[in-house]
């Protein structure tokens, strides 16, 4: 029973526009949310996250939007640029549970 | 230079040859986990630890083991690897059971036939 869904495998946007990822989860217990980003060859790293207690989190050209009433989040990419091409994948967890429910992830290809 | 270390980074072995795959972080994390990664499945937990001789299951245990004799290894043990468990495996560290990001290692490509 997958947890946490990103129903787009892939996405396609041009360099300098906005890449939008979403992210929908169904067990109402998840406090935090993060964003990995993966390349190939590589394990994933870190990008940003969000607490439950915020619907907001902005690093750079990186921002989370988190709706909990559609249990629904997002990830914004303004602008994007060829580096950002990779796999992203949603993921979620609560304090003290110890475990990381992840996405099947979208991989992002950003065009010239 | 904090990091999480994996080996071996690649590994084709036979059915029912026992396995160990490696994994070191050097950031005094209490929480260490392995995943293996399959397409359109993304990242599903094999097991996990909370700290030192404390390990639990997570979503797909079955044909694995662990250990955490150590805080700064965790190693996953196949005792009879089948082609099943062909697949890109990651490990990754976190401080205790606190809201924060896990660090990953650069995985290991394993190839059973």
């Known amino acids: 029973d997958q947890q946490v869904k990103q129903n787009s495998p892939s996405l396609s946007v041009q360099e300098g526009r906005i890449s939008i990822l979403n992210c929908d989860y169904t067990?109402?217990?998840?406090?935090?949310f993060l964003w990995y980003k993966k390349y190939p060859a590589e394990g994933p790293t870190f990008l940003i996250s969000?607490?439950?207690?915020?619907d907001k989190n902005e690093d750079g050209r990186f921002t989370v939007f988190l709706n909990k009433s559609a249990k629904h989040l997002s990830l914004h990419i303004v602008p994007s640029q060829p580096g950002d091409s990779a796999v992203y994948f949603c993921?979620?967890?609560?304090?003290?549970?110890?475990?990381?429910?992840f996405g099947a992830g979208t991989q992002v290809v950003v065009t010239p | 230079e904090a990091q999480v270390t994996q080996n071996p980074r690649y590994l084709i072995t036979v059915t029912g040859k026992k396995l160990t795959v490696t994994c070191s972080q050097n950031?005094?994390?209490?929480?260490m986990s392995w995943y293996r990664q399959d397409p359109g499945l993304g990242l599903r937990q094999i097991y996990y630890?909370?700290?030192?001789?404390?390990?639990d299951k997570g979503d797909v245990p079955e044909g694995y083991k662990v250990s955490r004799k150590e805080k700064r290894n965790f190693p996953l043990i196949l005792e009879s690897p089948s082609p099943n468990q062909t697949s890109l495996y990651f490990c990754?560290?976190?401080?205790?059971?606190?809201?924060?990001?896990?660090?990953f290692g650069q995985g290991t490509r394993l190839t059973v036939v």
């Open positions: 630890s909370m700290n030192v001789e404390v390990t």
């Open positions: 950031m005094n994390h209490e929480y």
């Open positions: 969000i607490s439950s207690i915020k």
């Open positions: 990754a560290s976190k401080r205790g059971s606190m809201n924060t990001e896990a660090f």
């Open positions: 067990n109402s217990m998840f406090d935090y």
């Open positions: 993921a979620a967890s609560w304090v003290g549970w110890g475990k990381f429910q």
